[in-house]
């Protein structure tokens, strides 16, 4: 089974900086999703960012973008010019290919995200 | 507006006593799926749903029922909820199991 592993619990950045939050996964497969969500204070999961693995090119929206290390199966979330409403628990998720079932996504367990004034 | 709607927000209850919590997206969208999340355990689905009728355990779904009548509806039931089912709990829905899942704003379940 796939695991997503999320080894910063918490991080924390000065407002303006840029933060890297870490993800790994393990997978066999060859065909896959990777997902950034963030879920502020409300509770609301909003997906950040979406990968496709068969496309080399790093997914970018706006202040956030990825660095998609296929081979080391890693996929690390920037934040450029971070905004204090960017604090919130940011989650890696996982999804098998298209032709991988019904199943859903497999989360980490989360890095807090602290952003200091 | 494109949205997933869950009810209720919060529930308070007691062991044993049955409950549903319901979910509905206005986005035609064939697939659906329940989550929990729990501190330091990230969200772990329960169960999904590809189409109406169509139903599948995810991987933590002793305890629940789910039902698709409907495409738009994809209720979760816990016939005899336990304290252990208290957790925050998501819906989701998307169009393929791939593309971006639209979550609900959560329910908030504790079970005393």
């Known amino acids: 089974a796939q695991t997503v592993t999320q080894s910063q619990p918490e991080m924390s950045v000065q407002e303006a900086e840029t933060v890297t939050l870490s993800c790994t996964y393990d997978?066999?497969?060859?065909?896959?999703?990777l997902f950034w969500y963030k879920q502020p204070p409300s509770r609301q999961m909003i997906l950040v960012i979406r990968?496709?693995?068969?496309?080399?090119q790093n997914a970018t929206e706006n202040r956030f973008s990825v660095n998609f290390q296929k081979a080391a199966k890693s996929f690390s979330l920037k934040i450029s010019d971070s905004q204090l409403g960017d604090a919130a628990m940011y989650f890696c998720?996982?999804?098998?290919?298209?032709?991988?079932?019904?199943?859903?996504?497999?989360f980490g367990k989360g890095t807090h995200l602290i952003i200091q004034p | 507006e494109a949205q997933v709607t869950q009810n209720p927000r919060y529930l308070i209850t007691v062991t044993g006593k049955k409950l549903t919590v319901t979910c509905s997206q206005n986005?035609?969208?064939?697939?659906m799926s329940w989550y929990r999340q729990d501190p330091g355990l990230g969200l772990r689905q329960i169960y999904y749903?590809?189409?109406?009728?169509?139903?599948d355990k995810g991987d933590v779904p002793e305890g629940y029922k789910v039902s698709r009548k409907e495409k738009r509806n994809f209720p979760l039931i816990l016939e005899s909820p336990s304290p252990n089912q208290t957790s925050l709990y998501f819906c989701?829905?998307?169009?393929?199991?791939?593309?971006?899942?639209?979550f609900g704003p959560g329910t908030r379940l504790t079970v005393t």
């Open positions: 989701a829905s998307s169009p393929i199991p791939s593309q971006k899942q639209y």
């Open positions: 997978t066999s497969e060859s065909d896959y999703y």
């Open positions: 990968q496709e693995a068969y496309k080399q």
């Open positions: 998720a996982y999804r098998r290919g298209s032709g991988g079932g019904a199943d859903g996504l497999t």
């Open positions: 986005m035609n969208h064939e697939y």
């Open positions: 749903s590809m189409n109406v009728e169509v139903t």
